[in-house]
């Protein structure tokens, strides 16, 4: 699998493989925490299991751990598989969760590699992704990614993902689209500030979906 694809990349984009630019980005990115950590809490209340539950959970490019972290605190018997393709990233993640690394492994991929997935041991429960798939880019790369991450789920079990859609036309809609495409026989977008959203996307079971609009009413 090649993890370092993504070093031809031009200088004025993110370097996520080099320590330098990934301890620089991580200083500006916890200004955001105050913000971003309510939003996260809002997803995750969606995620239709109980608090004790003993799920399996999927982090697609979980970084330094931000958004698996907040999992843990609402899921605390979660079992995690943090994916990513950034070495740097990983070093603080595994820092960040170190109490928990009983219940935490790591996985590195490329995403835009087509056998991302083939080192995961699914299905998932929950899969979840912060900032992450926009970095894709390609609109063909994201709807191939999507239609992994539809593979990987359990038909039970839910994909909730906050990031920038609104870097492509159509944003939420165009996102939700490609999901749809994927095989996601429901979704919905439950907070939006463009380009910034926060869509959820059921595999099926209608069921799950009713527990979901309950909770929130
Ligand atoms: C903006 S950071 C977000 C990190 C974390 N999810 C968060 O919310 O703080 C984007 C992450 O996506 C990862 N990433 C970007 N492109 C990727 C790719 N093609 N394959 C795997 N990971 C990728 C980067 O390494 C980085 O950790």
Redesign the pocket.
């Known amino acids: 699998m090649n993890?370092a694809?993504?070093d031809e990349r031009p200088l004025s984009e993110?370097d996520?493989?080099s320590p330098a630019y990934?301890d620089d980005?991580i200083r500006r990115?916890v200004t955001r925490d105050d913000t971003?950590r309510p939003l996260?809490h809002q997803m995750l209340m969606i995620a239709p299991f109980a608090a004790e539950a003993d799920i399996k959970v999927l982090?697609?490019?979980?970084?330094?751990?931000?958004?698996s972290e907040q999992v843990l605190s609402i899921f605390p018997h979660a079992h995690l598989t943090l994916?990513?393709?950034?070495a740097p990233?990983f070093v603080y993640a595994r820092n960040r969760l170190r109490w928990n690394s009983s219940q935490v492994c790591y996985v590195?991929?490329?995403?835009?590699?087509p056998e991302?997935t083939s080192g995961l041991q699914g299905p998932f429960d929950l899969i979840v992704?912060?900032?992450?798939?926009h970095?894709?880019r390609e609109h063909s790369?994201m709807r191939s990614c999507y239609g992994s991450i539809y593979q990987l789920l359990q038909p039970g079990g839910v994909f909730l993902d906050?990031d920038l859609f609104g870097l492509v036309e159509g944003g939420t809609g165009t996102h939700r689209g490609w999901l749809r495409e994927a095989g996601f026989e429901r979704t919905d977008c439950t907070w939006e500030e463009p380009p910034l959203g926060i869509i959820a996307a059921w595999p099926r079971n209608l069921e799950i979906f009713r527990q979901y609009h309950n909770r929130r009413s």
């Open positions: 993890v694809k993504r993110h996520w493989h990934v980005w990115d971003r996260l982090d697609i490019g979980a970084g330094y751990g931000v958004v994916q990513d393709y950034s990233m590195f991929s490329d995403l835009s590699d991302w992704s912060g900032l992450a798939i970095n894709l790369l906050y």
